[in-house]
């Protein structure tokens, strides 16, 4: 491999392992998509490259003899298929190059798959553009949130997977004397270990962000030495295949393998996703999707998963500074990208004695009104509203929000279509707020994927907590938003929330938001709960993908 | 709690966490039980405890209330009941008990909980002999293996996850200050971060190494905040009560619920490991034992598990200096604690055309004959012979050393019964040597516990390697011991074994024998194989006993 790697990237690598450590604000990807930033021409190359790539064939791939071309991508801004067709390979196939890449992959050095991971990132930046405009025509996202999240925030969060990889492939030395006393003599002995990649790993990507919910997994996999096999959503294969794309050509320019990182799709009469989870080869399977299918992928048998599945996020009002900027803040994070964020908030707890203001009480009724109203007023600004909600990658989404199916409780705001100025045909729904009391926990107790909004009357704000906690502990949760000024109660949240496995974020408001989530900083579900088994990125997330084995033998002398 | 301690033991902590990533020879407790370490009446006193406490109620715990005094140990020695009576709780008692103590000891920081955990080992350095005596009359355990075993190297082993577990939990920071850089101003946010303990830990000892195998997950799920019921095996309580004891000394006179650690005794008309591993409260399982209950054990839904169980451990001959040398070095490892650890190696594979010693041939009838020669020698020689083989455990163990039952092949070294000179009325059987052909792969697919060793014929170190690693990949191993002077032979050894998870010893002669492992350097089983999935004490080992779960909210000003 071409040495120069390692000088170039060395430091990136430093600075990222630090960043993991030290936990405050690091970004190695600016999330701006300025023209200072990223030059004059780059937005205007990025759309032209999407829009030549219509109706084409995807040939950036280096993996050789297609079975078969395929695609099923279609705009859920313009419910126009994309026409895009990918190079189809049969599991068995992709299966066998993934086990004859591994042993050329798994003898790379830790060090060295870590730089050419980096340069992956680094030519992957030159396409955050390209990418951008392939997740929004895939998932509905909006342009700013297309290109942050699967841009610069996605190659973050692989960047802090290769580096928690890297520091624990090197956390031990690899090779000591050891030197034992014995009375008389010292017992010596050459001791040396070798970190043991599993074996093919299978990454499972989720419609709604192909490379932020992929990349972490895919990186993590390849920087603990195994191949990887991308297998995207069929309806959001681009941005990703862009990724691998990049990632097969470093590995090419540096003598290995392409098929060390191979995109694995679905036939276009039927998916292929269980075949690769079942086939006894696949050692490692990182997933996110829905709650069945992923309980399904953690109950392999002789594989280690890693998954994000479905949750019930929660937010608990109790007092406040000002309810205004509170209601304005949560309005957005329940509009941002119509709700289908795996961390936006569902069921907002209020105590039917009113939230504390300011030491005023405000009735639970105005409570309620004032969020209603902070939607409505959001979603109607024409300025900002269309970036904010982007369109519904799924119709499925749409229609359960329209048609409310099974929802116990009395609407408070009903759905309306959006119309997209730039995209007349987009596919959208605003979110609709139903109000429940507590004791109708069945109307509560599961995700509503999309924005649905429910409230939930409740005696008290313990019962609000203990409630809150229940369904993160029984059906998940991601994020919890609370707002209280009580120090008491504060810890009281934490604590509690804290025994679910969910973090809190108090008291937000202004312009950082429940649903947002830091590289480096925040971890990505924690696994402690049944929303997911793995969190983005903890020592967990990279350790389980290798063995530590041993040798020693005598030292001579 | 006595603050004195942190200063106490901070040292020790600091010096344990070092030797981890040193893996040099460290060692906080002297293997040697000689009166110059532990002084003149040390061994004197443990033996008389050891007498006072048979035929008596065991009434060193602290545990209120018992149900009943249940005992069904005996001593393979003397082959009679030790009379001694432990108290029993149901099942229901002991968890509830537990999740009690479980929300006092998680709100104990992780440095606080490691030093009185230091503490308790410091404490339990005063009873190393009272545990030797009672390993000896549990296990069969010669003495001087019961001294090292239960006493300084468990207690380094309980060190090593003391010491992996505070590190984990404190390599992130508490809070940050966590500040980005938006253009016009800056984002501040303080984040704060949590290690949340799982839960009730259950952990299920062995007959064989009753505190060896025992303290390492106790001490693991301990520091990292969880309450622990330790369920010992009926036959061998004595070594860990005692254990389980101090521990709670230490917690009482530091004003903590003893109930964070509980001995779990079975009933004498029942055993409750079933009931306790299936209780929902429970979310962490430590398990050393059979693959068929440990299985299970793996199988059990919404738990966390850390098993070892059985394996084929192998002895690969290729070439070497000094062949007389090799053999007594197997000889000692195969007749150690008559082959009943999970490290002894079981089957030897021989090529037909022999192996090279110093460059000449030497015949596979001849390695056959001079490995059953030097098994002979040590087992006739009456100064080592005793102190080598102890007792045999468990009477199915002896049974099936004498019948051979269902071992295919040629009968090379019957076993007899062994004279002990001390107790006449001791349960022994000398090692039995089988050879089989390669291809008789049946008779050599298993693990056949105690003193039983097969040497396999195979054609060449090629297929003695393809054997060990596929015996290794399919039914476990946590040991492996090569002989080759072939520098190309050992990369293909190390790197065949190390897809099968298993840790190669090279080339031992002298007093090292591939059987020994030493806490602080030697990850014991790797986890990478169906031997069992936990290894003392990499990372994985500690971190996944707790949850990482964060917190933010917006900084003031």
């Known amino acids: 491999m071409n040495l120069n790697l390692v000088d170039k990237h060395q430091d990136t690598l430093k600075e990222a392992v630090q960043a ?24 205007k190359e990025g759309r032209t490259n999407y829009k030549n790539q219509l109706n084409n064939k995807f040939t950036e791939l280096l993996q050789q003899n297609p079975e078969a071309w395929v695609g099923q991508e279609e705009s859920p801004y313009e419910q126009q298929p994309l ?72 190659a973050d969060r692989a960047l802090e997977a290769v580096a928690a990889g890297y520091e624990e492939q090197t956390r ?51 920087v603990t030495g195994n191949p990887v096999i991308v297998k995207p959503h069929p309806k959001a294969v681009l941005p990703i295949a862009i990724v691998v794309a990049e990632v097969q050509k470093v590995l090419q320019e540096n003598g290995l393998d392409p098929n060390i990182c191979q995109l694995g799709v679905d036939a276009n009469d039927h998916l292929i996703t269980k075949d690769l989870a079942e086939n006894p080869k696949i050692k490692l399977i990182d997933y996110t999707g829905g709650t069945e299918f992923g309980n399904y992928i953690e109950s392999l048998p002789g594989k280690v998963t890693f998954t994000e599945k479905t949750g019930v996020n929660s937010i608990i009002l109790d007092s406040m500074d000002d309810l205004d900027k509170v209601v304005q803040n949560l309005a957005f994070s329940v509009t941002l990208y119509s709700g289908q964020m795996c961390t936006a908030p569902q069921n907002f707890y209020v105590p039917e004695t009113g939230v504390k203001v300011g030491g005023e009480t405000v009735p639970y009724q105005e409570v309620v009104e004032k969020i209603a109203g902070a939607v409505t007023a959001l979603v109607n600004n024409p300025k900002a509203a269309p970036h904010i909600l982007g369109a519904i990658q799924n119709p499925a989404t749409a229609a359960r929000v329209k048609s409310a199916e099974s929802v116990v409780g009395r609407q408070v705001l009903s759905t309306c279509d959006f119309e997209n100025p730039m995209f007349s045909n987009a596919r959208t729904c605003t979110p609709v707020i139903y109000e429940v009391d507590a004791s109708e926990k069945e109307s509560y107790s599961r995700e509503l994927f999309g924005p649905v909004v429910l409230i939930i009357k409740t005696n008290d704000t313990a019962q609000s907590v203990a409630i809150a906690k229940e369904m993160a502990m029984s059906h998940g949760a991601i994020s919890c938003g609370a707002y209280t000024t009580d120090s008491g109660i504060k810890e009281m949240i934490m604590d509690e929330m804290s025994l679910a496995g969910t973090p809190v974020s108090f008291n937000l408001t202004g312009n950082i938001y429940v649903n947002q989530n830091a590289g480096f900083s925040d971890f990505h579900v924690t696994g402690g709960n049944p929303a997911g088994n793995a969190s983005f990125t903890n020592p967990e997330f990279v350790i389980k993908r290798f063995t530590w084995v041993g040798f020693r033998e005598p030292a001579l002398g």
């Open 20 to 43: 993991l450590h030290e936990r405050t604000f690091y970004a190695r990807y600016p999330e701006n998509p300025s023209p200072e930033v990223y030059g004059e021409n780059a937005d």
């Open 83 to 154: 026409g895009i067709t990918y190079p189809f390979f049969s599991p068995e196939t992709l299966v066998s190059r993934a086990e004859e890449a591994y042993h050329q992959w798994r003898k790379v050095k830790p060090a060295e798959r870590a730089v050419l991971l980096v340069e992956a990132l680094e030519n992957m930046k030159q396409r955050f553009f390209d990418i951008a405009y392939a997740t929004m025509h895939t998932t509905g996202q909006a342009y700013m949130m297309s290109f942050q999240a699967s841009g610069p925030h996605a």
């Open 172 to 222: 031990f030395p690899e090779s000591t004397e050891w030197e034992k006393p014995m009375g008389k003599y010292n017992l010596k002995l050459n001791k040396s270990w070798r970190a043991v990649p599993k074996g093919v790993a299978l990454v499972i990507g989720c419609s709604t962000f192909p490379t932020w919910n992929t990349v972490p997994g895919m990186f993590a996999s390849l």
